[in-house]
């Protein structure tokens, strides 16, 4: 393995114990010693930062020595080796101590926690020196490590030691570790959280309810009543929080928020019936298929659905399949073309003739539902206290406190709907003569208040007014000698480094709180009026000491976004008679521009669809109700391996596709992803963990069944991955429905539909094979990225000239490949049909 410290420097090698001025940094072990008149303290405990199949990251501060500054005793650099672990047994467990030693207390913890691993004590020769690397000159940050190059699933043990500049052993410690496993893709099951299903009336009051095909005769000729509803209308419940099983939909994923739109979906239809001579009510149920106008939203944290609602009842799309819905680069999802039926009624039915279906070409825009905008203040330009003079004092032996509102801001800033908290951010700037002599920075909300914001009546969660602390001072820092700095500080939970990590007060950088700002204030109405408090505790001075210290700026960054998000839909002026109605059709989104390619159509409107050959760009303009409609010249698509209904999704890794159906049906559970290589232009096979019967490996319901029409989108935060137990950084793709071309219980219509054959089920496909295997990703991005968006370069020219948006230009063939790259290097991930 290779191991790189903050001095940069590493050795492809293990390195060896050399001796002379000129050992490069390397120690002779037969000269250093311990000074007799005290015991070496060491390093502090090593903590593992990052931990994958094949690299592990360390962090580690001065432990008990960092304070020693003779020149004996302050530690100058730390020597890091590696060895081989024994995977211990129950009689090592008793024994322990033969790898233990007296600068290694904390060891017996470090064993359990890396469940049975041992290590060899500091002496044993297995362990290879890898470098050394100088203590940092900033006694508040700790000393680091990266080791590559590791085995996978494999027990490690590392040894860091302390040295002085005289070559004085200090003291070492020993943290055991094991690698993870080889990553693979591996599909998971998403259980969804939901309210109980929406049933019937007269199935929840006793009411009988006959089907079409009910027939509950007994031999006796008896109705049987007792189980009448668990056959009849068991096939009729739905949920009113999730979608139904559906084909043709779209799947859309903006920034971890994922929305399903529209699809063909089964739906129960009921009439009731007066029976004589009883006078019984009777209901008579028949399912029919239909085109969903519904936008659902998923979010993946709590794995839950909500039908979103929209804004005004006269402004949505009508309900269709087979259209795209692509995520612009200012959050705007555009929705293109698709098939409806002949229909008025909101869900239009599926008709066992094409003559009953009409395809679409127009466009809407459905604005971010879950858009997120920030607001910021600083006390410099908007301090609330008139009477408090700036920049503040802050007053020794005391809490000195500064609040401040975003009132007055601009209207712009929030729209005028109920906005809440989703993340906070502080920054703070100030001066002080005793750092040391913090106790605490804190954060408070706005006090709480009940009633009502805009006829919303609401309990305010107990976070209003609650402090949060930023920065704690340990006891020894307390005491810690006094030095003039000035602070730059800043706070947000997205940072890596915890401000618990530095055993004193930083001079400047951005840290995670003490205290998480997002577990205490997510979700509280945003309120501009509503002031924020900043508290800054104190210690009393000694006789000796003149604290002084000033506020000289503080600033509040809030992430709000809508409490209850809603559709809110815009039809776009129609495109030209040029542009053909379609479904099945790519949509690429490059930056705020949508490349519409190919797809099924009609010539002149009739007959049988046909493949589309045709590319277009849509350039819509987020702050007006404008689009355009410019052709391109398309080139030839390359349709190897593309099947009827697959979906794929542009990632880091490439281009994904999934399901399609062949003449004989689905491709095969198991066989139905596949990888394409942008730029070489070839497909793969993506092999997945089954984890089914050994005999029968790929019939299991650990992975997806085989299916056509289905949805696909990415997903890649650490929150999602720690949800869902992902060991390593890889991104995830979800999928949702689908059409799985059952041949029983079902019949084909002109577009292949067929009954009782639509998936409702959620899965999550953690990438982890494909994203550590892909050649596509850094090396690729660094080689074609680049020089692709500098704007004087001569490939710049040819898009602009090509594709892009040099109207003057005589257009060249536009070519889809550099479509998929463009977007690709701007890492505007997104899912389409593979048309």
Not at 734 to 749: C, I, P, Q, R, S
Not at 761 to 773: C, E, M, Q, R, Y
């Amino acid at each position: 393995g290779r191991i790189e410290g903050d001095n940069d420097r590493g050795s492809e090698e293990y390195g060896s114990v050399r001796d002379g001025a000129d050992s490069g940094g390397y120690l002779d072990f037969g000269r250093v010693y311990v000074p007799p008149e005290r015991e070496a303290m060491g390093p502090g405990a090593p903590e593992t930062t990052v931990l994958s199949h094949d690299r592990v990251s360390f962090s580690w501060n001065a432990g008990a020595d960092a304070l020693w500054t003779s020149q004996e005793t302050y530690i100058h650099e730390y020597v890091a080796s590696l060895a081989r672990g024994i995977v211990a047994t129950s009689e090592d467990d008793n024994n322990n101590n033969n790898y233990n030693n007296n600068n290694n207390n904390d060891y017996n913890n470090y064993k359990t926690n890396d469940k049975g691993t041992a290590c060899p004590d500091e002496h044993d020769a297995s362990y290879r020196i890898h470098d050394t690397i100088p203590r940092n000159i900033d006694v508040t940050r700790n000393s680091t490590a990266t080791i590559r190059g590791l085995d996978a699933n494999t027990s490690y043990c590392f040894l860091v030691r302390a040295f002085s500049k005289a070559g004085i052993d200090l003291g070492n410690r020993i943290l055991p570790f094991r690698t993870r496993p080889e990553p693979v893709n591996e599909w998971m099951s998403v259980p969804i959280l939901e309210d109980e299903p929406n049933l019937p009336f007269e199935a929840k009051h006793g009411i009988r309810i006959n089907s079409d095909d009910d027939n509950n005769e007994n031999s006796n000729g008896n109705t049987n009543t007792d189980n009448a509803y668990e056959h009849d209308w068991s096939w009729c419940e739905h949920s009113a929080t999730r979608p139904t099983g559906r084909r043709g939909h779209s799947l859309t994923a903006i920034d971890n928020q994922v929305y399903v739109f529209g699809g063909v979906t089964l739906k129960c239809l009921c009439e009731t019936i007066d029976s004589s001579p009883t006078g019984t009510r009777e209901k008579r149920c028949s399912s029919r298929n239909v085109h969903s106008d519904e936008l659902f939203h998923f979010d993946p944290v709590t794995a839950t659905f909500n039908l979103l609602e929209t804004t005004h009842d006269d402004e949505r799309p009508k309900g269709r399949e087979q259209h795209s819905a692509t995520a612009l680069a200012n959050g705007n999802i555009l929705v293109v073309g698709g098939i409806t039926g002949t229909s008025s009624h909101d869900a239009p039915s599926i008709g066992d003739d094409q003559s009953q279906h009409r395809l679409l070409s127009d466009v809407w825009r459905l604005s971010h539902p879950h858009r997120v905008t920030t607001v910021e203040t600083r006390a410099t330009t908007h301090h609330d206290d008139s009477t408090t003079s700036w920049p503040l004092e802050l007053i020794p032996g005391q809490i000195t406190r500064h609040v401040l509102s975003f009132h007055g801001k601009d209207s712009n800033d929030v729209e005028k709907e109920r906005m809440c908290v989703q993340d906070v951010r502080v920054r703070i700037s100030m001066e002080h003569s005793c750092p040391s002599a913090m106790e605490y920075i804190a954060l408070a909300g706005p006090r709480t208040r009940s009633g009502s914001v805009d006829g919303f009546d609401f309990l305010p969660p107990q976070s209003y007014h609650y402090e949060v602390q930023l920065y704690v001072s340990s006891a020894d820092n307390l005491q810690s000698p006094c030095h003039p700095e000035t602070l730059n500080l800043s706070f947000s939970d997205h940072e890596p480094e915890s401000i618990l990590s530095r055993s004193r007060i930083p001079t400047h950088g951005d840290f995670r709180p003490a205290s998480g700002l997002a577990a205490r204030f997510r979700g509280i109405h945003f309120d501009d009026d509503e002031p924020w408090e900043l508290s800054i505790a104190q210690r009393s001075p000694t006789q000796s000491e003149n604290i002084t210290g000033t506020l000289l700026d503080w600033q509040l960054i809030l992430d709000v976004t809508p409490c209850e998000a809603k559709a809110k839909w815009k039809r776009l002026p129609s495109p030209p008679a040029s542009f053909a109605p379609r479904r099945l059709h790519s949509s690429v989104a490059v930056g705020d521009s949508l490349f519409v390619s190919g797809g099924f159509g009609r010539v002149n409107g009739s007959g049988a669809d046909r493949p589309l050959d045709d590319l277009w760009r849509l350039d819509s303009d987020s702050d007006s109700d404008f689009v355009s409609f410019i052709e391109l010249r398309a080139s030839p698509r390359d349709k190897t391996m593309t099947m009827y209904g697959q979906v794929a999704l542009l990632g880091p890794f490439g281009l994904l596709g999934y399901g399609g159906v062949r003449s004989r049906g689905p491709r095969s559970q198991g066989k139905d992803l596949w990888l394409w290589n942008i730029f070489e232009k070839e497909w793969m096979s993506v092999p997945v963990e089954h984890g089914g019967d050994a005999a029968a490996p790929l019939v299991n319901d650990k992975i997806p069944y085989g299916r056509y029409l289905s949805s696909i989108g990415l997903l890649d935060s650490d929150t999602l991955r720690q949800i869902y137990n992902i060991d390593g950084p890889w991104p995830m793709a979800m999928t949702f429905g689908g059409d799985g071309a059952f041949l029983h219980n079902g019949y084909n219509d002109d577009y292949g539909f067929m009954t009782n054959s639509l998936f409702d089920d959620v899965w999550i496909l953690s990438a982890g094979a494909i994203a550590t295997n892909s050649s596509v990703q850094n090396q690729r991005r660094r080689d074609h990225c680049h020089w692709r968006q500098l704007p004087t370069s001569t490939s710049f020219r040819i898009w602009n000239d090509t594709c892009g948006w040099n109207s003057a230009a005589t257009r060249g063939i536009c070519r889809w490949d550099e479509i998929l790259i463009r977007a690709w290097c701007l890492e505007q991930y997104q899912s389409f049909y593979l048309s």
